[in-house]
C-alpha cells in the first residue's frame, strides 16, 4: 500500500525519454493535465553535456554514465529454456538509459523509417512467396498499421530532430542518390544530407560500382541551424565524435530535452518528477481500467499518483516488465504458447566488416559523428529476391565514421596479436587507414525468444527481475551470413584496400551473448496487432485489457526490421497520440473490438 495519496491528474506518463516527454507535449497542448515520472535526474543539454567534460570517454562509454544502474534494477539472462538465468550485473550488449531525456541524450541519431513491406511482413511474403514461405517456428506478423498511415508522423519526427538526408522516393518519383527502396515521401528531409569523409565516399563509388544504390545515412546529427515544428533551435554538428553514448552540447545533436522538454517544460498542463521510480500500475476492482501508479519519490516514500489515462512510456524492455509485476495482460507461456505480454521479444543481428587501406587513404577518424554514414539497403527487408535464401529479413550495410576515440577504437587486420609491440605498431600503422562497415540486420520472432518475471532473483525494490530468454534464430544466422558476405565483396572493391575482415555476431554456433555492446534496440515483448490472441495493444497502442493503458516504445514492433527504432517508434508514438487527442480522451474506451 502506498503511504501517500495524490490529488487525480488526467495523465500520468512512466519515463521522460523520446516517447514520453513527446506524448506530454502533445497531450498537455490537448487539455490534459500531465504528470511525467521520471525514476533518473534531471540534467540540461545546455548545462550537462559540454565538452570538454563530456568527452571523457572511460567515464561515458566504457563506464556508462549516462545509463541505467544495475544495482537497482536490473533483468536475468539465458539463451533457452533449459538454462538457469543470472543477473545482468554490467551493461553490455545494450545500453539503456537514465535521467531526462532517457537514451534520446546518447543516441546515435540515425533516423530511418520502416519500409512499406515491413509493417506488413507476413502477409508480404505470404504474397510474394506463397503461404508455405514461412517457417512455423517463426511469429512474425503484420503490425496493424500500414506505412501509409504513419508516413505523416514519421515525417513529424523527422522535422522535430531537424534530419538530414536526401529522398530516394519523393512523392512516388525515384531519386538516384537517396534510398530508392524507401516508401513514399510527402517531403524531403528538412536539412540537407551530411558531408562524407573519405571512408564513406570509397565505399559509395563502390558499391556503385557493383551496380548497388548508396546514400547518405539519414542523420539527426543535425547539419545547419534549424528550428523545429515546436520552435526549438538546433546548431550544426562539427563532427566531434562524440555522439553514441555521449550528450551532445552543441544542440546538433536532436535530443529530447532540447527538441522536445524545453518547449513544453513551462506549459500549465505539465509537471516531471524526477527520482520518482514506478513500482507498479494500480488496477481498478473489477481489474478493467489503471486507476493510476504508485512511485518510490525521492525521500524513499512510496506514492499513489491516480490518472484518468496511463502512458507507458520507460523503454520496451521496462514498460514489460512494469506490466507484468502489475498483472496487466495476460503473460506468455512458451510452453502453451498462450499469452501475449512478453511474446515476440526480438533483437537486431549485427555483422561487422573492417577495410584496411593503403597509406594513401588518411581517414581522420577522429572527425566523426553518430549518423556519418554511406548506406546501401539492396539488402534489407525485402529489397531482394528471397526465393532460393532459405530465410526472411535483410540488413543495411553502411560504411561509418562514428568516432576515432583512444580506448575503443583500435581496429588491426586480422592475424594481428592482442596485445604487446606488434599490436601496437599494427594500431599506429592502421588508426588512420581503416574503413569501418556495418551490417544492421533484422530480428525475426520465435516461440522460443520472449520475456517473463525471473522465479528466483529480485531487484533493489522487492520485485522480481524481467528475464529474458533469447538466442539468434537460425534465420538470422543465414540472414547475417549472407549480408555480410556482400558487404565484404563492397569492401574488397574499394580502392586502395589491402586487407578486409569480418565477424557475424549472430554466426552459427555462436550463442548470443549480453557482454558485447551490440544495439539498444531491443524489440517486441508487447506488441501491437488486431488479434488480441497475438498481441498485447491493438493498432492504436491501446491495451486490448485495459483501455485506458497507451503503451509506447519498441515493445510494440512484432519483429526487428533491419533499421535502428526510434524513428519507427517515435512515427507509432504520434500516430497514438494522434488516435488519443482525436478519439479517445473526449470517449474513453477502447478503440477496437476485441
Ligand atoms: C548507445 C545508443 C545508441 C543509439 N543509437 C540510436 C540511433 O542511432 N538510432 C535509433 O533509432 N536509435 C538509437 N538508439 C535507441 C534509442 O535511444 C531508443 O530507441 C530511444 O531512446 C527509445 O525511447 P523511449 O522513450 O522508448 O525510451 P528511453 O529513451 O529509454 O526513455 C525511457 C525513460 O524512462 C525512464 N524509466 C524507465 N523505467 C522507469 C520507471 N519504472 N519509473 C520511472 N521512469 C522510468 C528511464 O529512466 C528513461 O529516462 C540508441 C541507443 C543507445 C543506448
Ligand atoms: S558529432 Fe555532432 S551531433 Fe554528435 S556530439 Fe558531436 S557535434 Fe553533436
Redesign the pocket.
Known amino acids: 500500500m502506498a503511504t501517500r495519496t495524490l490529488p487525480k491528474t488526467d495523465v500520468v506518463i512512466?519515463?521522460?525519454?523520446?516517447?514520453?516527454l513527446t506524448a506530454a507535449y502533445e497531450l498537455a497542448h490537448a487539455g490534459q493535465r500531465c504528470v511525467v515520472?521520471?525514476?533518473?535526474q534531471n540534467r540540461h543539454t545546455a548545462t550537462s553535456f559540454a565538452g570538454p567534460e563530456e568527452h571523457d570517454e572511460l567515464k561515458y562509454a566504457l563506464r556508462h554514465g549516462h545509463?541505467?544502474d544495475l544495482k537497482k534494477?536490473t533483468l536475468t539472462f539465458r539463451n533457452n529454456r533449459d538454462q538457469q538465468a543470472l543477473p545482468m550485473r554490467r551493461l553490455g550488449s545494450?545500453?539503456?538509459?537514465?535521467?531526462?531525456?532517457?537514451?534520446?541524450i546518447?543516441?546515435?541519431?540515425?533516423?530511418?523509417r520502416p519500409l512499406p513491406s515491413d509493417l506488413e511482413m507476413r502477409s508480404h511474403y505470404e504474397d510474394r512467396y506463397g503461404s508455405q514461405f514461412i517457417p512455423d517456428d517463426l511469429t512474425i506478423q503484420d503490425w496493424g498499421v500500414t506505412y501509409d498511415e504513419l508516413e505523416p508522423h514519421l515525417d513529424f519526427f523527422e522535422r522535430i530532430c531537424g534530419a538530414a538526408g536526401y529522398a530516394g522516393n519523393l512523392n512516388g518519383e525515384t531519386r538516384a542518390g537517396g534510398n530508392v527502396f524507401e516508401g513514399q515521401r510527402s517531403a524531403d528531409y528538412p536539412n540537407p544530407a551530411m558531408k562524407q569523409p573519405i571512408s564513406n565516399t570509397l565505399f559509395g563509388k563502390a558499391a556503385e560500382k557493383l551496380g548497388y544504390n548508396p546514400f547518405p545515412m539519414p542523420s539527426a546529427n543535425v547539419t545547419q541551424a534549424y528550428e523545429n515544428p515546436y520552435g526549438a533551435q538546433l546548431h550544426p554538428c562539427t563532427y566531434c565524435g562524440f555522439c553514441?553514448?555521449f550528450g551532445c552540447g552543441y544542440f546538433a545533436k536532436a535530443d529530447?530535452i532540447i527538441c522536445v522538454y524545453d518547449r513544453i517544460k513551462d506549459h500549465d498542463n505539465f509537471e516531471i518528477r524526477f527520482e520518482?521510480?514506478?513500482?507498479r500500475v494500480e488496477k481498478s476492482e473489477d481489474g478493467q481500467t489503471a486507476t493510476g501508479v504508485t512511485?518510490l519519490g525521492e525521500d524513499g516514500v512510496e506514492v499513489f499518483q491516480p490518472a484518468d489515462t496511463v502512458c507507458l512510456?520507460?523503454?520496451?524492455l521496462?514498460n514489460v516488465h512494469?506490466m507484468l509485476v502489475s498483472d496487466l495482460g495476460k503473460p506468455y507461456d512458451p510452453a502453451t504458447r498462450t499469452g501475449v505480454v512478453g511474446r515476440n521479444y526480438a533483437y537486431q543481428t549485427v555483422a561487422a566488416v573492417d577495410a584496411f587501406f593503403d597509406s594513401d587513404v588518411i581517414t581522420n577518424p577522429f572527425m566523426g559523428a553518430?549518423?556519418l554514414g554511406v548506406v546501401v539497403d539492396d539488402f534489407n527487408g525485402d529489397n531482394f529476391d528471397h526465393a532460393e535464401l532459405g530465410f526472411l529479413g535483410g540488413g543495411y550495410i553502411a560504411c561509418k565514421q562514428y568516432n576515432g576515440r583512444p580506448i575503443s577504437y583500435q581496429p588491426t587486420p586480422e592475424g594481428t596479436p592482442a596485445w604487446g609491440g606488434d599490436w601496437k605498431r599494427a594500431v599506429r600503422e592502421n588508426y588512420n587507414h581503416h574503413g569501418d562497415l556495418v551490417i544492421h540486420g533484422s530480428s525475426v520472432s520465435t516461440h522460443e525468444n520472449y520475456l517473463d518475471l525471473d522465479p528466483t532473483w529480485t531487484d533493489a525494490y522487492g520485485r522480481p527481475l524481467l528475464r529474458m530468454t533469447f538466442n539468434f534464430p537460425d534465420n538470422d544466422r543465414k540472414m547475417g551470413d549472407y549480408v555480410m558476405n556482400r558487404a565484404v565483396e563492397i569492401a574488397q572493391e574499394m580502392d586502395n584496400v589491402t586487407s578486409v575482415s569480418s565477424v557475424n555476431m549472430a554466426a552459427k554456433g555462436k550463442d548470443y551473448s549480453i557482454v558485447p555492446y551490440q544495439?539498444?534496440?531491443n524489440a517486441g515483448g508487447a506488441v501491437m496487432g488486431t488479434d488480441p490472441t497475438t498481441s498485447v495493444v491493438n493498432r492504436f497502442g491501446q491495451m486490448w485489457d485495459h483501455h485506458n493503458v497507451f503503451v509506447?516504445?519498441?515493445c510494440l514492433f512484432p519483429q526487428n526490421p533491419g533499421?535502428?527504432?526510434?524513428?519507427p517508434?517515435m512515427g507509432l508514438a504520434y500516430w497514438t497520440l494522434d488516435h488519443m487527442k482525436t478519439d479517445y480522451l473526449s470517449n474513453p474506451r477502447p478503440l477496437m473490438d476485441a
Open positions: 512512466v519515463g521522460g525519454g523520446w516517447t514520453g515520472l521520471e525514476r533518473g545509463m541505467q534494477e545494450f545500453l539503456p538509459g537514465t535521467g531526462l531525456g532517457g537514451a534520446g546518447h543516441w546515435n541519431g540515425q533516423i530511418w553514441e553514448r529530447p520518482a521510480q514506478v513500482l512511485y512510456n520507460a523503454y520496451g521496462w512494469l553518430g549518423a544495439t539498444t534496440h509506447f516504445g519498441a533499421y535502428n527504432p526510434t524513428g517508434l
